[in-house]
């Protein structure tokens, strides 16, 4: 069974550019989530998807950030403008369903520079 | 609120030593899941264990073995026997059991280096 994939890997930008990054989920997964993981920090939920409806995007920061799941599939996650802070990996995870307690399996993430 | 906080930011030993990685969470749902995933140099997080707050029992795969305890809300993870292999970060998390709640609230990660 394919893993959760992820496109690019890395990525460099400069402040004020925009950046996109994709996510396929395990096929069949209707949840699919979106974290930040700051160096040396656990990662932090941004937005939650289940099918292509958005669950939880209560910490997503909306002014830059947004996300979407159009047919409930993959995932885009877009920042515009970049700023500094923004350097993190991002990191995609899916799950069979949105109900407590299912495991989530996670992407390889992108890492994102921001200079 | 949900928080977790793993006190042991860098734990380094010898190879074939045991270690304990410590956990301590806060929730006021009753009904909640624990996990633990292992962070490799790869970057991928890796699915260790999951334990729901009705089952206390501890339990044991291999080398690894989980220590669940709600009267200190601690979920311990001891590697016995630890080989090189088991560097890594090691992350603790926290979710709700309520359908449409599903997030998992990480701890900050103790980063532990098997020396041989």
């Known amino acids: 069974e394919a893993g959760v994939a992820q496109s690019p890997r890395y990525k460099i930008i400069e402040k004020r550019q925009s950046v996109a990054f994709w996510c396929n989920p395990i096929?069949?997964?209707?949840?699919l989530y979106w974290y930040q993981q700051i160096l040396g920090q656990g990662p932090k939920l941004l937005i939650q998807?289940?099918?292509?409806?958005?669950?939880?995007d209560s910490q997503l920061p909306k002014d830059r950030f947004s996300a979407e799941r159009l047919k409930g599939v993959d995932s885009t996650l877009k920042i515009q403008p970049a700023k500094l802070e923004d350097s993190a990996v991002y990191l995609c995870?899916?799950?069979?369903?949105?109900?407590?307690?299912?495991?989530?399996?996670f992407g390889p993430g992108t890492r994102l520079t921001v200079l | 609120a949900q928080k977790v906080t793993q006190a042991q930011t860098e734990i380094s030993v010898v190879e074939k030593e045991d270690v304990t990685l410590d956990c301590v969470y806060e929730?006021?749902?009753?009904?909640?899941?624990l996990f633990w995933y292992k962070q490799p140099p790869s970057g991928e997080l890796v699915f260790l264990i999951r334990?729901?707050?009705?089952?206390?029992q501890n339990e044991i795969s291999g080398r690894y073995s989980w220590n669940f305890q709600k009267s200190t809300s601690s979920f311990n993870f001891t590697i016995t026997a630890s080989q090189v292999v088991d560097s890594a970060v090691y992350f603790c998390?926290?979710?709700?059991?309520?359908?449409?709640?599903?997030?998992?609230?990480f701890g900050q990660g103790t980063r532990l280096t098997i020396n041989p």
């Open positions: 998390a926290l979710s709700e059991a309520s359908v449409g709640a599903q997030k998992l609230v």
């Open positions: 995870a899916s799950s069979l369903e949105l109900a407590g307690g299912y495991e989530q399996f």
């Open positions: 929730t006021r749902d009753t009904t909640y899941y």
């Open positions: 096929s069949g997964h209707a949840t």
């Open positions: 998807f289940q099918n292509n409806g958005v669950v939880d």
């Open positions: 334990r729901n707050s009705f089952d206390e």
